[in-house]
């Protein structure tokens, strides 16, 4: 019988904790080891739709990208807003293992997932000296700044972009899922046509037109939520005598009005 132990030793094995950053929370975070895992359901976020989602799917387990919390807590209630999920979870016997930016870095992991959804080569770290997780990635030709809009939309599925910069073509590009454009430099110093990520600040939008770089913001969710069907997949391939199904209760949370 698979435990919520098994699962979290192999996810270990494949993006080890121990890489994650200083700031983070991933790992086991909610429910008991030794509890027996049939079916488990796997997200980018642990919401309260999700965990409905788990409990009514019958699951003992969610994996997630996103830790449910980073801050200490002092107490676990109903009344807050994270500890109202604890809550949920513990009560309809649910276990929470949070794998996050030790995922963002993994081989195979998230932005190897985010190149690889791009339909570009992988050409590996974007900065080796002070970056493990952006990435590299190059086009097989070259293509027009609005093809290459449509190519990150269409192919992470968001609800729309925010971009900055020169409007020029594309085939040499930096990459980085989730909040990224701290590597707005390091791809400018590889020579990238653009650069794309998310949760980009004002004055980051006006760096890309002084640097001649193009910058695009696709959203938190869409740069990341390719890892979701990634990780059901190792799941799958890992347990098969366990059912695993990616959530269907939770969607882009942002909308755009134009």
């Not at 995922?103 to 985010?114: P, R």
């Not at 990150?152 to 729309?160: D, E, F, P, R």
Request: aromatic share 8%; charged share 20%.
């Amino acid at each position: 019988m698979t435990t919520v132990k098994d699962v979290l030793a192999f996810l270990d094995g494949k993006a080890p904790l121990d890489t994650q950053l200083s700031f983070d929370n991933a790992g086991f975070l909610c429910g008991r080891e030794d509890a027996p895992v049939t079916r488990v359901l796997v997200s980018l976020d642990i919401t309260d739709a999700v965990i409905a989602e788990a409990a009514e799917y019958g699951a003992g387990l969610i994996v997630s990208h996103h830790p449910v919390c980073f801050t200490p807590m002092k107490s676990v209630t109903t009344g807050d807003i994270t500890g109202r999920k604890f809550v949920a979870m513990l009560e309809h016997g649910l276990s929470a293992i949070c794998m996050h930016t030790n995922l963002d870095a993994a081989q195979d992991g998230v932005n190897d997932a985010l190149c690889a959804a791009l339909g570009a080569e992988n050409l590996g770290l974007l900065d080796p000296e002070n970056d493990g997780i952006s990435r590299l990635c190059r086009l097989s030709e070259p293509e027009d700044f609005t093809a290459f809009l449509a190519r990150v939309k269409s192919a992470l599925g968001a609800n729309g972009l925010r971009y900055a910069g020169p409007e020029k073509q594309v085939q040499l590009f930096g990459i980085c899922g989730g909040s990224g454009a701290d590597s707005l430099m390091a791809a400018r110093a590889r020579g990238c046509d653009a650069f794309v990520t998310a949760d980009v600040k004002h004055h980051q939008f006006i760096w890309a037109g002084e640097l001649d770089i193009d910058l695009v913001d696709a959203g938190h969710f869409s740069t990341e939520n390719v890892i979701v069907p990634v990780l059901a997949g190792w799941l799958r391939e890992r347990f098969p005598d366990v059912e695993v199904k990616v959530a269907e209760s939770y969607t882009q949370p942002e909308k755009f009005y134009v």
